[in-house]
């Protein structure tokens, strides 16, 4: 089963759950950025949750069915369609061979997952398919996808018609919002910040900028204030952690953001509250920070990763 | 003498064991000795780790593994670093084209630290540099410590494209670029080297503890 690209203007690549192993290198994870959506996409399509989809942000995708197959769509910030319909997103369909299926982006939010059933197939590199445009490297030559690219999938798990119509209900999925509240773990390196800038990272709210990409979401609010040292020996980073550089505006680290660094983290976004930044739109969204505990963080991510038994056929 | 490490979240699925906070011989190769028993020993949930100069990141499955499990599990490891010994190390020669269209910040440097070119190069030659760790990109070798006349500070502003084979300096370090990226260090050089290539057996031309040696290439087309 394949699906052929026949229209593309916005950021489409492949991704899977990211590379794993070779952060010791210098090798980003890479991998889909919110991780939430990705994972839906595959179980609703039968897939193993580590099958590589495709992951479109900042524009449209439309791809040709050259077969029947089962497509799955999660995500927020696109419009689907199949055929002539338009249909919700979190759900699985079966789309018959010469079928368009389209996804159109919306004004606010940023990311849509489309599994395939049997997941798409390419070559691995460094053990994934996940595209690292910077490599360049996975995926499809560590490129976007383009017209008239294939994608072809494996075999499926079941059945066609046994995955179609499967649904993850809205209340088990993350509270996406445009200005979300996202907790943070603080530290390790809270001690370099004033307490002023502690007590405004806590409060106030920060815009995503335009400036953002897959490696790192930046924000911009009010400055955090060094106490002394701007830098410290470079050390392992990891996604959703917060560095400070000397002009006092955050980032945060994305998929493909570099595996280690030299500035101040001054805490990190907890796994649970990841995808709702990673779906913020720059020059649109803004968040706030708000501390709690690895305990409390670990908690709420097995809450919410508990929500995929609630996938249900409709 | 070595106090123990200290072992603090970073975030919820991965945390930092802190073996000091300098570039120095001894920390980092505890920080790979360490990182080397994890390879031989893993854990359920746990992913991977990231060695770098001081401190060893550690990431888990938050579904797998609490903190305070995955804490308790590498105190017993650290227990046992002091039995690890360094493997030998693998010398990598480096020639590198000094100045010129690459190594575009070598004029600067030199004026900034109040020396001739030739004595920019002459000094980064004449140490054979050790691999601390590996980060930032795919294959970017973390190399030290330069000799005390050749420390710049970082640019102000990084720049936004960095050649692959780009050789340069910050702080007591120096790096070759092995993919086009941005980049805040003085660029001094270039090197013909192929330094990443992900269709090869062996990615990596560089693994930590390696020797470096850099001389000047020879003028071939």
Known sequence: ?314 | MQSKPKIVPLGDSSLLVQFGSEMDITINQRVHALAGLLDVSPLAGMIETVPAYATLLVQYDPLVLSFSQIRNFLREKISQVEKITPRKSKQVEVPVRYGGEYGIDLESVARHLHLQVEDVIRIHMRRTYTVYMMGFTPGFPYMGKLDDPLIMPRLEVPRTHVPAGTVAIAGSQTGIYPIASPGGWQLIGWTPLRLFDPNSKTPFLFSPGDEVKFVVEDHVA
């Not at chain 1, 995926?139 to 046994?162: A, F, I, K, M």
Request: net charge negative.
């Open chain 1, 1 to 314: 089963m394949s699906l052929e690209v026949i229209e593309v203007n916005g950021l489409a690549t492949l991704q899977d759950p990211g590379r794993v192993g070779w952060r010791k290198f210098g090798v980003p994870t890479s991998g889909a950025m919110d991780s939430f959506a990705f994972r839906a996409a595959n179980l609703l399509a039968g897939n193993d949750s580590n099958c590589a989809v495709v992951e479109i942000g900042l524009g449209d995708v439309a791809l040709r069915a050259l077969h029947d197959c089962i497509i799955s769509v999660a995500g927020v910030g696109y419009g689907l369609s199949i055929y002539i319909w338009d249909f919700p997103l979190w759900s699985s369909y079966y789309v018959r061979g010469g079928w368009t299926i389209r996804l159109d982006k919306l004004d606010f939010d940023m990311w849509a997952y489309l599994a395939i059933s049997g997941g798409v197939q390419t070559p691995p590199m460094l053990d994934s398919r996940s595209t690292y445009l910077r490599g360049p490297f996975g995926g499809l030559d560590g490129r976007q996808l383009q017209v008239g690219d294939v994608l072809r999938s494996g075999t499926p798990s079941h059945p066609l018609n046994e995955l179609a119509a499967r649904t993850l209900p809205e209340d088990a999925r993350p509270v996406y919002s445009h200005h979300p509240t996202l907790d943070v773990i603080m530290g390790p390196q809270e001690n370099y910040f004033t307490d002023e800038s502690i007590a405004a990272f806590l409060s106030q709210e920060y815009a995503v900028s335009h400036t953002s990409d897959r490696m790192g979401y930046r924000l911009e609010g009010a400055v955090l204030s060094h106490r002394g040292k701007t830098e410290l020996i470079s050390e392992g980073m990891a996604m959703g952690a917060v560095q400070v550089p000397s002009s006092g505006q955050p980032i945060v680290m994305m998929a493909d953001s570099p595996t280690t660094g030299g500035y101040p983290k001054i805490g990190t976004v907890v796994s649970a509250d990841l995808p709702l930044l990673v779906q913020c739109m720059p020059n649109k969204s803004k968040v706030r920070f708000r501390k709690t505990t690895v305990a409390k963080a670990q908690k709420k991510y097995r809450e919410l990763m508990g929500g995929f038994e609630r996938i249900m056929e409709e």
